[in-house]
């Protein structure tokens, strides 16, 4: 039976096999729930870096970059990291180039599996409906903070096993642990994860509103994967 197992930090991608898998790469607050939000309003492709140094470069190239560190838009770029920059009508059918502090690290780590997609509460049920078809073992990615776990990508994580239940089985304690902290919470998950260090981060930055909006399930019927290194729809 086919498998699916969480990897609950990029610093411990070397202990997984990426090869032949499905990697679903998850940062909830809030990139992958950002590059969501700019498919469903018409962005044609995203291309991931690593350092705002390389974003910098394609931004001079005459690119739209977005580039966020520690929550706040990094000075000189377009967009920051919050998904309502991105319901911008003038973005429709353009390449925006995007670096974050987590997300596009875990990305650009995960280019060995046979297939990398984007994960969202945004657009969850897709995702799942997808990923039940296919016959590869899956790897949910979380992003976390700077190395270390954090709770709404694993919370995240946790839906599509339980999602997939009876569909795929657990590969490891971190699945079934994903799955029962999503199966806590899935009923008020603002109020789960309010404690939490990355929500509690950007509610000092005034973001309630942006939290809110990552948290809400299956607003758009959208799948992301990359191909030759940027973000299309799949």
């Not at 925006?96 to 657009?123: D, E, H, P, Q, Y």
């Not at 700077?146 to 971190?174: C, I, K, P, Q, W």
């Amino acid at each position: 039976m086919k498998s699916i197992d969480v990897c609950i930090s990029p610093d411990l991608l070397h202990l997984y096999k990426l090869e032949e898998k499905i990697v679903v790469v998850v940062d909830i607050l809030r990139a992958t729930s950002c590059m969501t939000t700019a498919f469903a309003n018409g962005v044609q492709s995203i291309i991931p870096v690593a350092s705002l140094e390389e974003c910098m470069e394609y931004k001079n190239k005459g690119f739209l970059a977005a580039a966020e560190r520690e929550g706040k838009t990094a000075e000189g770029f377009d967009l920051g990291n919050s998904p309502f920059s991105y319901m911008d009508s003038s973005f429709k059918g353009k390449t925006i180039v995007v670096t974050t502090t987590n997300g596009t690290l875990a990305i650009t780590k995960s280019r060995a599996a046979t297939l990398v997609m984007i994960g969202s509460f945004l657009n969850k049920t897709a995702i799942i409906k997808y990923l039940a078809k296919q016959e590869r073992h899956v790897l949910v990615l979380c992003s976390g903070w700077r190395g270390s776990f954090n709770m709404e990508d694993t919370l995240f994580a946790g839906s599509l096993v339980s999602g997939l239940e009876g569909v795929y089985r657990h590969e490891s304690d971190s699945a079934l642990m994903a799955k029962r902290i999503y199966e806590s919470a899935r009923y008020n998950m603002m109020q789960y994860l309010e404690d939490s260090t990355h929500f509690k981060r950007l509610a000092r930055l005034n973001n309630y509103k942006d939290i809110e909006f990552c948290l809400t399930e299956d607003l758009y019927d959208i799948l992301i994967a990359e191909k030759d290194g940027a973000l299309v729809k799949l």
